[in-house]
């Protein structure tokens, strides 16, 4: 949009003037941050408008992004950034006497999400708007959002999140638009005098659903798209006494909190009536607005398209063909049909133990008319495949075996799309985690490499980065993000060379004055700043990080060595552990405690510092990122489906330290084995491990005298106050056969690490790894991923070309 710096002064004036009746100098920087967010709303709110006619008007076929989570941090700058007036807001602001920078502080992250699944789903959001296709997303407005991390004596201690303690400016409560959701209660099914089978309900607890949608924006294009979370109230209805406690607290529960699991399923009821809120609500409010299209349901899946992010959100299935049949009068045929073509999952984890699964008796019990319609869609399911595959077979892709509700196999049998996030990923669904669907449809099987948007990840978080690009190629590359490979050009230009150096040593200098107001702990900017940045989980091997770590520091204090000389380090961690994930949070602990013994170490002379930043999240990471040196991503190869923060590092100009595990495997192809640093087993060699049972740590313990020093040190009183976590996490490596082979993978680790050195000194050398590695990161835009999913799962319009 196009505005004055005097007229945004004017406005921004009359807004305070309206909301708090003073003058600028008397508010807060709170409120001067909600008289900024009230200003921009109303900038987005003719385009939201608008927006929300055109669809309309073109019946443009829409996509709804169904997802259990969105985590999108904060809104203020990147709204700013796609109106196109961020420098405009910025200046005015000074004008008046304010520090736009103070603005951004106070705002709290949006942080409706546990990680990787949550993020996607923001960089999607904002994707679809900037690629004009007609987007939705559809969650859940928790109260709370991920727990505040905070550690006690090393320990990880969590506190709720209070996120909505302050004014909301981004949302819109939208009352008009609810949505009655029903659970428990009897089903009987009648038949009516048209001779139609009606469901008549009995006892049921009805939930209200009330939306607040926030706007959208994308990259100067002036569409707006809409964020739709719903929240769990109590129905004004005159038949069903709701006043008592128990009732309205279970009323309340259902939107009061996130659960922090990101990869173990915790099979609560809670947890189920979560899932069956949100989709109920948002498959009615879907079929409610095509209704007013005033189009034959029948074309449903012509104008629709409905997206399940993992299995969380798979009742869609089953709602909609309940919608269908029950309200809509559709035959069995036809309503599953159109359910099928409307309907696409994506995976995200082959983890077992992250695979939903429910008793059937809680479906039954919670949503009865639902539990009927799995059991039919299963009975057809069964009755088809018989026929063709055969009893044993077609039992494997049952929805249900012996009284539990798989929920990744209704999700496939309901869609007509389902993809991996990686390349290795979806081989590995394919050819092992469900092999059995793909022989029964290979068709419906695709890979979407995740992404990221580069607006958040370089252009906002990274501005010093962002100028120096485009003081070389231009500003093209903002909205074609590949065009980012021009910088190769410039590989053996020195100035630019230095120019980069410069850029990230400035980023550096910024996180180091913030690691030392927060943490006390004084970090040298000239140190390789190494950086594990993810969810706290055994597989993800930060495990492998911190002995690698514990190993350099032994080494040093063993006196005068080559390592001596070594170029200084600062290894950086930030990561959450599931409450209840016990084994995750002892590795914190360690981390900690490991930080406590070598920060305060004068001897070793500052060679190495340990920094585990507390409460990471997206705000966090827009910091870290662009100050990174080493972007480790060192999880067992098949374990991490994609990762996105690989993404985000190497976007920033970090050299990636790497298994060849999840979209690790594409950065390798783009940038080459040459410009990164890879380590450890490949897939064979890890499925050869479980084939023949012939992994045994022990072996690997007795043989390496350095690695056992470094063990022994868990136990052994070396690391103090770590006496039960050490023991525990030393019993997991030896006891337990090191379920995730740190041991195994433990040499080639320090060996790639142990090249960083050499590389790092070689200073012409790494800024042109670094150059290399953002020239291809542009690639990894979430542009590009939304523009495949359009064209080849959601069949919608998108604006660009690939
Ligand atoms: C499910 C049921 C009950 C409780 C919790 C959950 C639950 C919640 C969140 C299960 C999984 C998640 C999140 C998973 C996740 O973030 N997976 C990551 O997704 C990224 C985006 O595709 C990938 O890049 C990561 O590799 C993958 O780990």
């Given at each position: 949009m196009e505005i004055s710096k005097e007229q945004f002064k004017k406005e921004y004036n009359r807004a305070l003037t309206s909301l708090?009746?003073?003058?600028?100098?008397?508010?807060t920087p709170l409120e001067q941050y909600i008289t900024l967010g009230s200003v921009v709303k109303e900038y987005t709110a003719q385009n939201w408008m608008q927006t929300k006619r055109e669809y309309q008007q073109n019946q443009a076929k829409q996509v709804y992004y169904f997802s259990i989570e969105f985590l999108p941090g904060k809104l203020l700058k990147s709204n700013l950034l796609n109106l196109g007036i961020l420098d405009t807001v910025r200046e005015g602001l000074a004008d008046l006497g304010v520090d736009f920078t103070h603005l951004e502080e106070v705002e709290s992250d949006q942080g409706l999400g546990n990680g990787g699944l949550g993020r996607l789903a923001a960089c999607f959001m904002d994707s679809m708007a900037t690629c004009d296709v007609p987007g939705n997303g559809n969650g859940i407005r928790y109260r709370h959002g991920l727990f505040r991390q905070k550690f006690v004596n090393g320990y990880q201690v969590e506190l709720p999140d209070n996120w909505l303690r302050h004014e909301n400016v981004w949302e819109t409560r939208r009352e008009n638009k609810a949505e009655t959701v029903r659970f428990y209660g009897q089903v009987h099914l009648e038949e009516n005098e048209e001779g139609q089978i009606v469901p008549t309900y009995r006892n049921t607890q009805d939930v209200l659903a009330v939306p607040y949608d926030t706007a959208m924006t994308g990259y100067e294009n002036d569409t707006v798209n809409n964020l739709r979370l719903w929240s769990a109230e109590i129905p004004?209805?005159?038949?069903?006494?709701?006043?008592s406690e128990g009732m309205r607290k279970s009323i309340h529960n259902i939107s009061d909190m996130l659960y922090p699991d990101d990869s173990s399923y915790d099979g609560r009821m809670l947890r189920l009536k979560q899932e069956y809120f949100f989709v109920s609500a948002g498959v009615q409010s879907i079929l409610r607005y095509y209704r007013k299209l005033g189009v034959?349901?029948?074309h449903l899946a012509e104008n629709i398209s409905i997206h399940i992010n993992d299995t969380h959100p798979t009742m869609c299935i089953p709602e909609l063909m309940r919608l269908l049949l029950d309200e809509e009068g559709l035959t069995w045929e036809a309503a599953w049909a159109i359910t099928m073509k409307t309907c696409s999952y994506t995976n995200h984890t082959i983890m077992a133990e992250a695979l939903e699964k429910w008793p059937e008796h809680m479906v039954a019990e919670l949503v009865p008319r639902i539990y009927q319609i799995i059991c039919e869609i299963n009975r057809r399911h069964i009755e088809s495949m018989t026929l063709l595959y055969g009893a044993q077979f077609t039992w494997r892709t049952s929805i249900i075996q012996d009284g539990i509700i798989h929920m990744a196999h209704l999700a496939i049998i309901g869609s007509h799309s389902i993809n991996g996030v990686a390349k290795l990923h979806t081989e590995i669904l394919k050819e092992k985690a469900l092999h059995d669907f793909y022989l029964a449809f290979p068709a419906r099987f695709n890979n979407k490499t995740n992404g990221i948007t580069h607006r958040r990840w370089l252009l906002l978080s990274n501005e010093g980065l962002s100028d120096l690009i485009s003081d070389y190629i231009g500003t093209e590359w903002k909205k074609k993000p590949n065009e980012l490979y021009l910088l190769k050009a410039f590989k053996e230009d020195s100035v630019l060379l230095d120019k980069l150096e410069q850029v990230k040593l400035d980023n550096k200098m910024r996180l180091a004055e913030y690691v030392k107001e927060t943490m006390g702990i004084e970090i040298d900017p000239h140190a390789v700043f190494d950086v594990q940045i993810k969810r706290l989980h055994a597989y993800k091997r930060q495990l492998l990080n911190v002995l690698h770590i514990l190993s350099l520091y032994l080494k040093l204090k063993e006196g005068p060595t080559p390592e001596q000389e070594m170029v200084p380090r600062v290894f950086i961690f930030g990561a959450k552990a599931a409450p209840s994930y016990s084994y995750a949070k002892e590795i914190i602990k360690l981390i900690n405690a490991v930080a406590d013994l070598i920060n305060n170490d004068t001897s070793i002379n500052n060679k190495i510092k340990v920094v585990f930043v507390e409460n990471y999240g997206v705000t966090l990471a827009e910091k870290i990122i662009p100050a990174a040196d080493i972007s480790e991503q060192i999880s067992l190869v098949t374990k991490e489906a994609s990762g996105t923060s690989n993404m985000k590092l190497m976007l920033n100009g970090a050299i990636t330290l790497a298994t060849l595990d999840g979209a690790n495997v594409e950065i390798r192809d783009k940038?080459?084995?040459?410009n990164m640093l890879l380590f450890g087993m490949q897939e064979a060699e890890l499925y050869h491990f479980y084939d023949s049972h012939?992994?045994?740590s022990h072996d690997i313990y007795n043989h390496n005298p350095r690695l056992k020093r470094c063990l022994d040190a868990l136990v052994d009183g070396t690391i103090p106050n770590i006496e039960a976590e050490g023991q525990e996490i030393f019993d997991s490596l030896l006891k337990y056969n090191d379920e995730y082979f740190v041991l195994k993978d433990y040499d080639s680790y320090v060996a790639a690490q142990s090249r960083i050195d050499s590389l790092y000194t070689d200073r012409k050398k790494w800024n042109q790894m670094s150059l290399l590695n953002i020239a291809h990161a542009g690639e990894f835009s979430s542009d590009y991923t939304i523009m495949h999913y359009a064209d080849e799962i959601w069949n919608v319009h998108h604006n660009k070309n690939l």
């Open positions: 708090y009746a003073t003058e600028v100098h008397d508010l004004a209805s005159a038949e069903v006494d709701y006043s034959p349901m029948e940038v080459g084995d040459e012939s992994y045994h």
